[in-house]
Protein backbone atom coordinates (compact mmCIF):
# COMPACT_ATOMS: atom_id res chain seq x y z
CA UNK A 1 0.00 0.00 0.00
CA UNK A 2 1.01 3.55 -0.41
CA UNK A 3 -0.20 6.59 1.42
CA UNK A 4 -0.20 10.13 1.52
CA UNK A 5 -1.70 12.33 4.17
CA UNK A 6 -3.56 15.39 2.90
CA UNK A 7 -0.94 14.71 0.45
CA UNK A 8 -0.11 11.31 1.96
CA UNK A 9 -3.68 11.58 3.46
CA UNK A 10 -5.64 11.99 0.36
CA UNK A 11 -4.23 8.55 -0.83
CA UNK A 12 -7.59 6.82 -0.85
CA UNK A 13 -11.69 6.87 -0.13
CA UNK A 14 -12.50 4.65 2.40
CA UNK A 15 -15.42 4.41 4.21
CA UNK A 16 -14.48 6.39 7.11
CA UNK A 17 -15.21 7.65 10.76
CA UNK A 18 -11.98 9.82 11.51
CA UNK A 19 -9.02 10.77 9.54
CA UNK A 20 -5.83 11.25 12.49
CA UNK A 21 -2.94 12.79 10.67
CA UNK A 22 0.78 11.91 11.66
CA UNK A 23 3.95 13.78 12.49
CA UNK A 24 7.64 13.46 11.56
CA UNK A 25 10.41 12.14 13.75
CA UNK A 26 13.68 10.32 12.58
CA UNK A 27 13.85 6.78 14.39
CA UNK A 28 15.81 6.17 17.20
CA UNK A 29 16.98 2.50 17.78
CA UNK A 30 17.77 0.12 15.51
CA UNK A 31 15.50 -3.37 15.21
CA UNK A 32 15.67 -5.49 18.13
CA UNK A 33 16.49 -9.07 17.63
CA UNK A 34 13.48 -11.19 18.74
CA UNK A 35 12.84 -14.66 19.17
CA UNK A 36 9.36 -13.87 17.31
CA UNK A 37 9.31 -16.00 13.67
CA UNK A 38 9.00 -14.56 10.90
CA UNK A 39 5.31 -13.12 9.93
CA UNK A 40 4.42 -13.48 6.38
CA UNK A 41 1.59 -11.34 4.51
CA UNK A 42 0.17 -13.26 1.50
CA UNK A 43 -1.38 -10.55 -0.62
CA UNK A 44 -5.01 -11.50 -2.00
CA UNK A 45 -5.38 -11.38 -5.77
CA UNK A 46 -6.81 -8.10 -7.10
CA UNK A 47 -7.83 -6.73 -10.51
CA UNK A 48 -5.24 -4.87 -11.75
CA UNK A 49 -5.61 -1.85 -13.92
CA UNK A 50 -3.13 -0.12 -16.26
CA UNK A 51 -3.30 2.87 -18.39
CA UNK A 52 -3.89 2.65 -21.88
CA UNK A 53 -2.50 4.86 -25.16
CA UNK A 54 -2.60 8.30 -25.18
CA UNK A 55 -6.28 9.31 -26.74
CA UNK A 56 -7.09 12.64 -28.03
CA UNK A 57 -10.71 13.86 -26.36
CA UNK A 58 -13.24 16.09 -28.59
CA UNK A 59 -13.99 18.02 -25.81
CA UNK A 60 -12.01 21.32 -24.18
CA UNK A 61 -8.27 21.50 -24.67
CA UNK A 62 -6.62 19.92 -21.81
CA UNK A 63 -3.41 20.94 -20.54
CA UNK A 64 -1.60 17.70 -20.50
CA UNK A 65 -1.45 14.78 -23.64
CA UNK A 66 -4.48 12.69 -22.29
CA UNK A 67 -4.99 8.73 -21.67
CA UNK A 68 -7.98 7.69 -20.58
CA UNK A 69 -8.56 5.59 -17.07
CA UNK A 70 -11.65 3.70 -17.93
CA UNK A 71 -13.61 1.36 -15.62
CA UNK A 72 -16.16 -0.63 -17.95
CA UNK A 73 -17.48 -3.10 -14.97
CA UNK A 74 -18.61 0.50 -12.98
CA UNK A 75 -19.40 2.69 -15.66
CA UNK A 76 -17.43 5.38 -15.03
CA UNK A 77 -13.96 7.02 -17.06
CA UNK A 78 -11.92 10.66 -16.97
CA UNK A 79 -9.16 11.72 -18.55
CA UNK A 80 -5.07 11.87 -17.05
CA UNK A 81 -1.80 13.03 -17.81
CA UNK A 82 -0.33 9.78 -20.21
CA UNK A 83 2.51 10.36 -17.84
CA UNK A 84 0.59 8.94 -15.31
CA UNK A 85 0.66 5.04 -14.70
CA UNK A 86 -1.10 2.36 -12.05
CA UNK A 87 1.45 2.47 -9.14
CA UNK A 88 2.02 -0.80 -7.79
CA UNK A 89 -1.11 -3.68 -8.01
CA UNK A 90 -4.60 -2.29 -7.28
CA UNK A 91 -5.23 -2.41 -3.30
CA UNK A 92 -8.45 -5.14 -2.53
CA UNK A 93 -10.23 -4.74 0.58
CA UNK A 94 -13.59 -6.78 1.46
CA UNK A 95 -15.61 -3.95 0.71
CA UNK A 96 -13.78 -2.49 -2.76
CA UNK A 97 -10.62 -1.76 -3.76
CA UNK A 98 -8.63 1.17 -4.58
CA UNK A 99 -6.18 1.95 -7.62
CA UNK A 100 -3.52 4.82 -7.31
CA UNK A 101 -2.05 6.87 -10.39
CA UNK A 102 0.63 9.12 -10.76
CA UNK A 103 4.15 9.51 -11.90
CA UNK A 104 6.63 6.91 -10.34
CA UNK A 105 6.18 6.58 -6.64
CA UNK A 106 4.75 10.00 -5.98
CA UNK A 107 0.59 9.57 -5.57
CA UNK A 108 -1.50 11.99 -7.91
CA UNK A 109 -5.31 10.68 -7.50
CA UNK A 110 -6.43 7.74 -5.79
CA UNK A 111 -9.18 6.14 -7.37
CA UNK A 112 -11.73 4.28 -5.26
CA UNK A 113 -15.16 2.48 -5.66
CA UNK A 114 -16.38 0.70 -2.16
CA UNK A 115 -19.78 -0.55 -0.79
CA UNK A 116 -21.75 1.60 1.82
CA UNK A 117 -24.78 1.42 3.83
CA UNK A 118 -27.32 2.57 2.63
CA UNK A 119 -26.35 2.28 -1.09
CA UNK A 120 -27.14 4.87 -3.53
CA UNK A 121 -27.85 7.88 -0.79
CA UNK A 122 -25.01 10.38 -1.63
CA UNK A 123 -26.23 12.76 0.96
CA UNK A 124 -25.82 10.43 3.66
CA UNK A 125 -22.22 9.49 2.82
CA UNK A 126 -21.25 12.81 2.92
CA UNK A 127 -22.12 13.28 6.12
CA UNK A 128 -20.63 10.93 7.33
CA UNK A 129 -16.87 11.89 5.60
CA UNK A 130 -17.75 15.61 7.01
CA UNK A 131 -17.95 13.92 10.42
CA UNK A 132 -14.71 12.44 9.76
CA UNK A 133 -13.37 15.64 8.78
CA UNK A 134 -14.68 17.35 11.62
CA UNK A 135 -13.10 15.28 13.75
CA UNK A 136 -10.16 15.63 12.51
CA UNK A 137 -9.44 19.35 12.68
CA UNK A 138 -10.12 19.50 8.41
CA UNK A 139 -11.92 22.30 7.00
CA UNK A 140 -13.75 22.49 3.65
CA UNK A 141 -13.08 25.35 2.11
CA UNK A 142 -15.29 24.86 -0.85
CA UNK A 143 -17.93 22.26 -1.93
CA UNK A 144 -20.01 22.22 -5.51
CA UNK A 145 -22.07 19.68 -6.42
CA UNK A 146 -23.17 19.17 -10.41
CA UNK A 147 -24.86 16.34 -12.61
CA UNK A 148 -22.53 14.62 -14.72
CA UNK A 149 -24.27 12.34 -16.88
CA UNK A 150 -27.49 12.11 -14.98
CA UNK A 151 -25.11 11.13 -12.06
CA UNK A 152 -25.15 13.53 -8.95
CA UNK A 153 -20.99 14.29 -8.24
CA UNK A 154 -19.97 16.32 -5.59
CA UNK A 155 -16.53 17.65 -5.26
CA UNK A 156 -14.90 19.29 -2.31
CA UNK A 157 -11.14 20.99 -1.25
CA UNK A 158 -10.43 19.95 2.31
CA UNK A 159 -7.77 22.19 4.16
CA UNK A 160 -5.73 19.66 6.79
CA UNK A 161 -4.37 21.03 10.40
CA UNK A 162 -1.06 21.52 8.96
CA UNK A 163 -2.58 23.92 6.27
CA UNK A 164 -1.79 21.36 3.32
CA UNK A 165 -5.02 21.03 0.88
CA UNK A 166 -6.76 18.26 -0.99
CA UNK A 167 -9.26 17.72 -3.64
CA UNK A 168 -11.92 15.37 -3.08
CA UNK A 169 -15.27 13.98 -5.62
CA UNK A 170 -17.58 11.48 -4.48
CA UNK A 171 -20.60 9.96 -6.61
CA UNK A 172 -23.03 7.37 -6.25
CA UNK A 173 -22.82 4.82 -8.50
CA UNK A 174 -25.87 1.35 -8.00
CA UNK A 175 -24.60 -0.01 -5.72
CA UNK A 176 -21.17 1.18 -4.82
CA UNK A 177 -19.50 4.64 -4.04
CA UNK A 178 -16.87 6.39 -5.98
CA UNK A 179 -14.41 8.45 -4.56
CA UNK A 180 -11.22 10.11 -6.03
CA UNK A 181 -8.70 12.50 -4.25
CA UNK A 182 -5.24 14.03 -4.50
CA UNK A 183 -4.08 16.98 -3.73
CA UNK A 184 -5.30 20.10 -4.65
CA UNK A 185 -3.71 21.22 -7.72
CA UNK A 186 -4.84 22.89 -10.89
CA UNK A 187 -3.73 19.70 -12.79
CA UNK A 188 -5.84 17.69 -10.78
CA UNK A 189 -9.09 19.96 -11.09
CA UNK A 190 -8.24 19.40 -14.39
CA UNK A 191 -8.79 15.99 -14.47
CA UNK A 192 -11.42 15.42 -12.32
CA UNK A 193 -13.14 17.56 -14.71
CA UNK A 194 -13.49 15.01 -17.25
CA UNK A 195 -14.55 12.48 -15.16
CA UNK A 196 -17.64 10.75 -17.47
CA UNK A 197 -20.46 8.16 -16.62
CA UNK A 198 -21.54 5.30 -18.76
CA UNK A 199 -19.88 2.88 -21.54
CA UNK A 200 -16.28 4.55 -21.69
CA UNK A 201 -14.46 1.69 -22.84
CA UNK A 202 -10.65 2.22 -23.19
CA UNK A 203 -9.41 0.27 -20.33
CA UNK A 204 -10.95 -2.93 -18.78
CA UNK A 205 -9.04 -4.61 -15.47
CA UNK A 206 -7.86 -7.71 -15.95
CA UNK A 207 -6.65 -9.87 -12.84
CA UNK A 208 -3.15 -10.57 -12.43
CA UNK A 209 -1.46 -13.92 -13.08
CA UNK A 210 -2.15 -15.53 -10.00
CA UNK A 211 1.91 -17.04 -10.15
CA UNK A 212 3.20 -13.44 -9.90
CA UNK A 213 2.18 -12.70 -6.57
CA UNK A 214 4.34 -14.04 -3.85
CA UNK A 215 4.28 -13.68 0.13
CA UNK A 216 5.90 -10.79 1.40
CA UNK A 217 8.12 -10.87 4.36
CA UNK A 218 8.89 -8.89 7.07
CA UNK A 219 12.70 -8.85 7.62
CA UNK A 220 13.34 -7.77 11.00
CA UNK A 221 17.11 -7.56 9.69
CA UNK A 222 17.01 -5.11 7.50
CA UNK A 223 19.16 -1.98 8.35
CA UNK A 224 17.25 0.33 6.57
CA UNK A 225 16.06 3.07 9.03
CA UNK A 226 13.81 4.25 6.26
CA UNK A 227 11.84 0.85 5.17
CA UNK A 228 8.07 -0.13 6.80
CA UNK A 229 10.32 -3.21 8.10
CA UNK A 230 12.45 -1.41 10.05
CA UNK A 231 9.91 1.05 11.55
CA UNK A 232 7.26 -2.25 12.14
CA UNK A 233 10.29 -4.53 13.91
CA UNK A 234 11.34 -1.74 15.74
CA UNK A 235 7.55 -1.08 17.27
CA UNK A 236 7.11 -5.05 17.87
CA UNK A 237 10.21 -5.06 19.80
CA UNK A 238 9.45 -2.71 21.87
CA UNK A 239 5.92 -3.96 22.74
CA UNK A 240 7.57 -7.34 23.56
CA UNK A 241 10.21 -6.00 26.07
CA UNK A 242 8.64 -3.58 27.20
CA UNK A 243 11.60 -0.75 26.46
CA UNK A 244 9.22 1.48 25.41
CA UNK A 245 10.79 4.82 24.86
CA UNK A 246 12.07 3.93 21.70
CA UNK A 247 8.21 4.25 20.76
CA UNK A 248 7.96 7.91 20.37
CA UNK A 249 10.58 7.59 17.52
CA UNK A 250 8.18 5.92 15.38
CA UNK A 251 4.82 7.09 16.38
CA UNK A 252 3.36 9.61 14.98
CA UNK A 253 1.92 12.72 16.22
CA UNK A 254 -1.06 13.06 16.80
CA UNK A 255 -1.26 9.60 17.17
CA UNK A 256 -5.00 7.86 16.74
CA UNK A 257 -5.82 5.44 19.68
CA UNK A 258 -9.51 4.01 18.19
CA UNK A 259 -12.03 1.22 20.12
CA UNK A 260 -14.25 -1.51 19.17
CA UNK A 261 -17.22 -0.73 19.61
CA UNK A 262 -16.53 2.48 21.32
CA UNK A 263 -15.17 6.34 19.87
CA UNK A 264 -11.84 6.91 18.92
CA UNK A 265 -9.53 10.11 19.89
CA UNK A 266 -6.78 11.72 19.04
CA UNK A 267 -3.45 12.66 21.24
CA UNK A 268 -0.26 13.32 21.51
CA UNK A 269 2.11 10.38 20.82
CA UNK A 270 3.41 11.10 24.64
CA UNK A 271 0.24 10.77 25.98
CA UNK A 272 -0.80 7.93 24.03
CA UNK A 273 2.35 6.05 25.05
CA UNK A 274 1.13 6.49 28.66
CA UNK A 275 -2.08 5.08 27.82
CA UNK A 276 -0.17 2.12 26.49
CA UNK A 277 2.24 1.49 29.02
CA UNK A 278 0.00 2.41 31.84
CA UNK A 279 -3.13 0.05 30.69
CA UNK A 280 -3.16 -1.53 27.35
CA UNK A 281 -0.03 -3.49 27.37
CA UNK A 282 0.22 -6.85 29.89
CA UNK A 283 0.87 -6.85 33.28
CA UNK A 284 4.70 -6.68 34.41
CA UNK A 285 5.68 -10.42 34.27
CA UNK A 286 3.04 -11.81 32.05
CA UNK A 287 3.71 -12.95 28.25
CA UNK A 288 4.24 -10.12 25.62
CA UNK A 289 1.64 -9.51 22.98
CA UNK A 290 1.96 -11.64 19.70
CA UNK A 291 1.76 -10.07 16.46
CA UNK A 292 1.13 -11.35 13.17
CA UNK A 293 0.68 -9.78 9.57
CA UNK A 294 -1.48 -12.64 8.03
CA UNK A 295 -4.74 -11.06 6.74
CA UNK A 296 -6.38 -14.86 7.58
CA UNK A 297 -5.34 -13.91 11.26
CA UNK A 298 -7.71 -10.88 11.48
CA UNK A 299 -11.15 -11.54 12.50
CA UNK A 300 -14.08 -10.73 10.83
CA UNK A 301 -15.51 -7.79 12.61
CA UNK A 302 -18.85 -8.07 10.91
CA UNK A 303 -17.41 -7.93 7.91
CA UNK A 304 -16.19 -4.30 8.39
CA UNK A 305 -12.60 -3.66 6.63
CA UNK A 306 -10.44 -2.39 9.45
CA UNK A 307 -9.39 0.46 7.02
CA UNK A 308 -12.50 1.88 7.64
CA UNK A 309 -12.21 3.20 10.67
CA UNK A 310 -9.22 5.50 9.47
CA UNK A 311 -11.28 7.53 7.19
CA UNK A 312 -11.17 7.76 3.03
CA UNK A 313 -7.92 10.46 3.86
CA UNK A 314 -5.98 7.48 5.02
CA UNK A 315 -4.09 4.78 3.19
CA UNK A 316 -2.82 1.57 4.81
CA UNK A 317 0.92 0.09 4.40
CA UNK A 318 0.83 -2.39 7.09
CA UNK A 319 -1.52 -3.97 9.43
CA UNK A 320 -0.47 -5.89 12.68
CA UNK A 321 -2.33 -8.18 14.77
CA UNK A 322 -2.01 -8.86 17.72
CA UNK A 323 -3.68 -10.83 20.73
CA UNK A 324 -2.24 -10.92 24.27
CA UNK A 325 -3.19 -7.24 25.41
CA UNK A 326 -4.29 -6.01 29.08
CA UNK A 327 -4.03 -6.95 32.08
CA UNK A 328 -5.24 -10.14 31.94
CA UNK A 329 -3.91 -10.46 28.66
CA UNK A 330 -7.51 -11.50 27.06
CA UNK A 331 -7.20 -8.43 24.77
CA UNK A 332 -6.34 -7.52 21.19
CA UNK A 333 -5.57 -5.05 19.05
CA UNK A 334 -4.42 -4.19 15.79
CA UNK A 335 -1.64 -1.65 14.90
CA UNK A 336 -2.06 0.69 11.76
CA UNK A 337 1.35 1.57 9.83
CA UNK A 338 1.00 4.93 7.26
CA UNK A 339 3.49 7.19 6.07
CA UNK A 340 3.70 10.94 7.42
CA UNK A 341 3.57 14.58 5.15
CA UNK A 342 7.25 13.85 4.75
CA UNK A 343 6.71 10.12 2.89
CA UNK A 344 8.02 8.51 6.33
CA UNK A 345 6.86 5.29 7.78
CA UNK A 346 4.90 5.57 11.04
CA UNK A 347 2.99 3.63 13.62
CA UNK A 348 -0.20 5.98 13.21
CA UNK A 349 -3.13 4.30 14.99
CA UNK A 350 -3.87 1.51 17.87
CA UNK A 351 -6.95 -0.22 17.19
CA UNK A 352 -7.56 -1.83 20.83
CA UNK A 353 -10.61 -4.46 21.64
CA UNK A 354 -11.20 -5.12 25.26
CA UNK A 355 -11.91 -9.19 25.01
CA UNK A 356 -11.02 -9.25 21.52
CA UNK A 357 -12.64 -8.54 18.24
CA UNK A 358 -15.94 -9.88 17.26
CA UNK A 359 -15.47 -12.81 15.25
Known sequence: MRLSK??????????????????????????????????????SAAPEATA???????GAPLSFEPATYADDARGFAFEHPASWSVIGAPEQQ???????????????LS???????????????????????????????????????????????????EGDAGNFLFAALPD????????????????????????????????????????????????????????????????????TQPLLG????PFGMLYWRSEGLSATREDALAEIEGTRLPAAGAAPPRFSTDPATLPSMQDVDPAA??????????????TGWGPEGEDEAMLFFTRDAEGAYRWSHLFYAMGGFER
Do not use: H
Open 111 to 161: IAVLQWEPVADLEAYLAQRKLAWDASGMAVLSEDRASVDGVEVARFVVQGA
Open 52 to 58: VEPTGDA
Open 176 to 243: RYLALSGPDTALLQEVLGTLRFGPAGGMKPEPPDPAAAGPVDLDCRTDDSASLDWVACNVIAALETRN
Open 6 to 43: LAPCLALALLATGCLSGGSQEPTAPPAETEAPPVVIEP
Open 250 to 253: YMSD
Open 94 to 108: SRGEIVQLGEGEAVA
Open 309 to 322: WLGPEVTLELTLFS
